[in-house]
C-alpha cells in the first residue's frame, strides 16, 4: 500500500506563494486519492509581520489551512511566539483542524487549550500518529505563556509508546526544531519516529535525508515548495514495513497561475480579510507639513521611548524603523510599512561606564555599518546604525546623534544626562528596546550588562508610532518642533 504525505513548512504569510501551495496541494490530494494522501504544516505559516495576518488576528491563516483541509499542524515559533496566550488560545480551540504539540503543557501537565499531545489518522488501511514538536528557545513558552517546556525525548518517547500500545503502524513527527536538530535527535532516539516533517530552519531538502530507519524532510520557505513524500508500506509477520518510494519538492514558481476553480475559496478567503486590513489601514493619522527623515524618526521614538517610561534618558537605533516618512497624510499603513520588526519598548538601567562606552562605539563604523539578523528583524540585515538618545548631551551641548565630531566625545565629563554630568559609577534608567539590552540583538558591545528589564510583551515599535500620530495636531506638532534635550527626563520633557 502507498500514502502520499504533502507537506509545507515556514510560509511565513506569503498569501500569494501560498495560493500556488494550495492549488498545486488540491490537485494533487484529488489525483493520488484522499483516502491515501495525508496534507501536513510544521509551522510558521503565520507571520504577525505581514499586516493581513496581524490584522485578522491570525484568522486568515486560520480559515486558508482549514479551506484545503489540512489533516495537521504544529505550531511554529511565530504562532507560539509571536501571540498572546489569549489569542493563542482562541485560534487553537477556534480551528477546524488539529493543532498538535507533544513538547508544551500547562504547569499541571495538562493540554494548553485546544493543543493536542497527539493526532490518530487512518489512511489505506494503516493508522497513522502525528506528534508535534517545537524549539525551546531557551524556554521561552514560560517566559511568554506561563507554560512548561517539555524534555524532548521524555515526551515524545512516552507518546509513541503510548501510540503503539494502540495498535498505531506509522509514526510521523511535525518539527520546528530546525533541520540539525531533528537529525540530532533522531540519531539520539534510533527507531522512536518514522517521518519527522521538518521546519523553522528553512532548509530546501530536494532529498530525503536518512538518519537510521528515520526518513526527515523539509520543504524550504515562503510558499516556494510543495514538498510530496509517498512511502510503501508492507505488512510482513504482522509487522508494516516502511519505504520511501519517492520524494520530491513542487516549485510553486513553475506554476503559472493561481487561478484555476479549486483555487477560487483561497483566493475569496484571502480577499475577504484583506478588505478588512485595508479599511484600518486607510486610517489617516496625521498630516506631515514636511519629510522626517529616518535619522529624525530614530530621533523622535528615543524621545517617546524616554517619555513613556518617565525614564532619564531614551536610546533607539537604526532598524527600529527601516526609512523616513514622507510629506503628506500618515497612515497606519505608512507605519506598519516601516516597522515590520518585533521590536518591543522597554526600560531598564544601564551604567555611566556603558553609556561611554555606547558614546564612543556609535562613531565605530565597524558597529554601525554592521548588520542586524536573527529573531525578530524585518526585513533582515538592516544596519545597526549610530545609536540616538533622548536627555543626554554630550561635547559642546550636542545630542549624541547629531554630533559629526568623535574628538568632542573623549572628555567624558562633557556627557550631560539632563544637566548633570554623567557619574561613570551611576546606574541610569533608559527607556529604549529590548532589542538594546544586549550586544546580541543590539549590536554595540558596550549593551551587555544591563540590568532590570521590563517590558509590554506584545507591543511593538509601530503600536508606540501610531499611538503618537493618533495622539492629535497638537501634541504631534510639540514633540516633532522640541529640540531642546536638557530637561529633568522624569517626563517633564518630552
Not at 231 to 241: F, K, R, Y
Amino acid at each position: 500500500m502507498k500514502i502520499t504525505i504533502l507537506h509545507t513548512n515556514d510560509v511565513h504569510a506569503e498569501y500569494e506563494s501560498w495560493l500556488k501551495c494550495a492549488g498545486l496541494i488540491k490537485r494533487r490530494r484529488a489525483e493520488v486519492g484522499p483516502e491515501n494522501c495525508l496534507v501536513v504544516d510544521a509551522g510558521d505559516h503565520f507571520d504577525m509581520g505581514v499586516n493581513e495576518c496581524r490584522l485578522s488576528g491570525g484568522r486568515l491563516n486560520l480559515d486558508l489551512l482549514a479551506e484545503i483541509g489540512l489533516d495537521a499542524f504544529t505550531p511554529g515559533n511565530n504562532e507560539f511566539y509571536r501571540l498572546s496566550r489569549n489569542t493563542l488560545a482562541q485560534l487553537t480551540m477556534e480551528s477546524k483542524f488539529p493543532w498538535v504539540l507533544s513538547t508544551v503543557s500547562q504547569a499541571d501537565g495538562t493540554a494548553f487549550a485546544g493543543l493536542r499531545n497527539h493526532v490518530v489518522l487512518e489512511r489505506g488501511g494503516v493508522t497513522i500518529g502525528i506528534l508535534g514538536m517545537l524549539d525551546p528557545m531557551e524556554n521561552a513558552v514560560e517566559q511568554l505563556h506561563g507554560l512548561k517546556s517539555l524534555d524532548l525525548r521524555e515526551s515524545l518517547t512516552k507518546e509513541v509508546r503510548d501510540l503503539k500500545s494502540r495498535g498505531v503502524h506509522l509514526i510521523l513527527l511535525l518539527s520546528h526544531c530546525g533541520l540539525r536538530d531533528d537529525i540530532k535527535f533522531a540519531t539520539e532516539n534510533p527507531g522512536l519516529i518514522d517521518v519527522i516533517i521538518g521546519g523553522h530552519s528553512h532548509s530546501e531538502l530536494h532529498e530525503i535525508r536518512r538518519v537510521g530507519d528515520t526518513i526527515i524532510v523539509q520543504a524550504g520557505m515562503l510558499g516556494k515548495f510543495v514538498g510530496e513524500l509517498e512511502l510503501d508500506l508492507e505488512t510482513e509477520q504482522g509487522q508494516i514495513n516502511i519505504g520511501a518510494s519517492h520524494y520530491g519538492l513542487h516549485e510553486t514558481a513553475n506554476i503559472v497561475s493561481a487561478a484555476a476553480p479549486d483555487d477560487q475559496a483561497q483566493s475569496a478567503i484571502l480577499e475577504k480579510h484583506r478588505a478588512a486590513a485595508e479599511s484600518i489601514l486607510d486610517e489617516e493619522l496625521y498630516t506631515l507639513k514636511e519629510d522626517l527623515p529616518h535619522d529624525s524618526l530614530i530621533q523622535l521614538l528615543a524621545k517617546l521611548l524616554r517619555r513613556k517610561f518617565g525614564a532619564e534618558i531614551g536610546m533607539m537605533f537604526g532598524p527600529g524603523v527601516s526609512r523616513g516618512l514622507s510629506k503628506g497624510p500618515v497612515r497606519v499603513r505608512d507605519i506598519y510599512e516601516i516597522c515590520r520588526s518585533f521590536i518591543t519598548p522597554a526600560v531598564f538601567e544601564i551604567s555611566g561606564r556603558q553609556i561611554e562606552g555606547l558614546v564612543r562605539e556609535r562613531d565605530n563604523p565597524a558597529i554601525t555599518e554592521a548588520q542586524g539578523f536573527g529573531i525578530g528583524f524585518r526585513p533582515q540585515g538592516q544596519v545597526f546604525g549610530r545609536l540616538v538618545f533622548a536627555g543626554l548631551t554630550c561635547g559642546d551641548g550636542e545630542a549624541p546623534g547629531n554630533s559629526d565630531n568623535p574628538e568632542k566625545l573623549t572628555n567624558f565629563p562633557a556627557i550631560r544626562i539632563n544637566g548633570a554630568t554623567l557619574d561613570p559609577e551611576r546606574w541610569y534608567t533608559v527607556g529604549s528596546a529590548t532589542h538594546l539590552y544586549s550586544s546580541e540583538a543590539g549590536g554595540y558591545p558596550s549593551m551587555d550588562g544591563s540590568r532590570n528589564l521590563k517590558l509590554e510583551r506584545f507591543r511593538y515599535i509601530r503600536d508606540e508610532l501610531v499611538d503618537f500620530f493618533r495622539s492629535g495636531p497638537d501634541k504631534v506638532d510639540g514633540l516633532l518642533k522640541v529640540a531642546d534635550e536638557n530637561g529633568d527626563g522624569r517626563g517633564s520633557q518630552p
